[in-house]
């Protein structure tokens, strides 16, 4: 069957400008690190990526190494617009990353030239796409000198093989450093792409504030905290969950007694708002209007729909946002601190 968009698809989204560019995101952007990986498209695969677009997302997310296997989501995902939007390459904002193990032997992970800019012709072959729209360094690489890592970012920019350089989880003081180096080889760093949730609260502590001077735009991901932030693990913990399929990423002890307490609380504030938990978890995230674009994953198309409805509701009391502080704190969840607190 053959995709047709759905005509209104502009209609409800809600678009930013990317820090002071020229570029719009969606408030709701979707990752494609979980669920998309394997052999090949599923129909629910191809279905939450033309619901996602009907719904006027037009930015999807992906890294070299987003599978399992690694590549298979960026392989799904080319296959997935071959099918059903290669007619929309313009409508579209695809990312790709490079910075985690990819292949074996010294050049298959970090922040190399050698690793970032082979890294970068490989996705471009799997998703059968002549450029990225954004291309980012995945992390920071303390043994890389950033002018090599950013200078490849840079190169990329200046081949055609990416519109806009990126960065991921790097500290407020090496999000500044990067921003000087890139700004001096005339490739202004567009976005910057951080963890951030109401329990994984870093970037309030100088990256914002950062971002916000060199104009740079902010994606925050797993704004959900990998689902935690939804009512999926109110009742128990379903077969089909993140937390069953994602090992070391998401164990088991994220959902202490603790956490789901400040889940519950936080849930029964949502219900009072007429939201869903999720659609609270991505108001919040969006109320800072530094944050361009809530970058959220799915397993299903219902998630997406739930998700974007959360722009109905961005609007907060004062009282509703002192209530959520006493459960909006650290929960011990952020995977990628190694990254952002280095350097
Ligand atoms: N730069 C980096 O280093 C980095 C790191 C991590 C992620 N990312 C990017 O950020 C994206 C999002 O990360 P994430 O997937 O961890 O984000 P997330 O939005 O915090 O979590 C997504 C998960 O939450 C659950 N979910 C989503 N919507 C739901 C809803 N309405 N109701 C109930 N459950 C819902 C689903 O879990 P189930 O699968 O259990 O159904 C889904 O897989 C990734 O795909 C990737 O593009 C980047």
Redesign the pocket.
């Known amino acids: 069957m053959s995709y047709i968009p759905d005509e209104k698809r502009y209609d409800g989204m809600r678009y930013n400008r990317c820090g002071r560019s020229g570029l719009k995101l969606p408030a709701v952007?979707?990752?494609?690190?979980?669920?998309?990986g394997g052999e090949s498209v599923t129909a629910n695969t191809r279905r939450m990526i033309s619901r996602a677009f009907d719904l006027g997302i037009t930015h999807f997310?992906?890294?070299n190494n987003?599978g399992p296997p690694p590549g298979s989501a960026e392989s799904n995902f080319g296959r997935i617009l071959k099918m059903d939007l290669s007619a929309y390459r313009d409508q579209l904002i695809i990312?790709t990353?490079a910075?985690?193990d990819m292949w074996p032997g010294p050049y298959g992970e970090w922040g190399s030239r050698k690793y970032l800019l082979a890294s970068l012709d490989q996705s471009l072959k799997r998703m059968g796409l002549e450029y990225v729209d954004i291309f980012?360094s995945?992390?920071f690489d303390p043994d890389t000198p950033l002018e090599e890592t950013l200078g490849a970012v840079a190169t990329a920019v200046k081949q055609g093989k990416a519109l806009y350089a990126g960065i991921?989880?790097y500290s407020a003081a090496k999000t500044a450093e990067a921003s000087r180096i890139l700004g001096e080889m005339g490739v202004p760093c567009l976005i910057h792409?951080?963890?951030y949730?109401m329990f994984n609260r870093w970037i309030e502590q100088g990256l914002l504030d950062v971002l916000e001077k060199e104009g740079i735009g902010c994606?925050t991901?797993?704004?959900?905290?990998?689902?935690?932030?939804?009512?999926?693990y109110l009742k128990g913990i379903?077969e089909?969950?993140?937390?069953?399929?994602?090992g070391n990423?998401?164990p088991k002890e994220f959902l202490s007694e603790e956490n789901l307490a400040k889940v519950r609380a936080l849930n029964e504030i949502a219900r009072r708002r007429g939201q869903?938990?999720?659609?609270m978890?991505?108001a919040w995230c969006l109320r800072d209007p530094r944050v361009t674009t809530?970058?959220?994953?799915?397993?299903?198309p219902?998630?997406?729909?739930?998700?974007v409805a959360a722009l109905n509701n961005l609007d907060f009391t004062k009282e509703e946002l002192a209530e959520i502080e006493t459960y909006a704190t650290e929960a011990g969840i952020n995977?990628?601190a190694r990254?952002s607190e280095a350097g």
């Open positions: 952007s979707l990752g494609l690190w979980n669920n998309f997310d992906l890294a987003y990312s990353k910075g985690y980012y995945h992390r991921s989880s792409q951080p963890s949730s994606i991901f797993s704004p959900l905290a990998q689902g935690m932030l939804t009512d999926k379903p089909d969950s993140r937390v069953v399929k994602a990423f998401f869903s938990l999720a659609q978890a991505l809530v970058l959220a994953g799915a397993s299903r219902e998630h997406i729909e739930e998700n995977r990628w990254s």
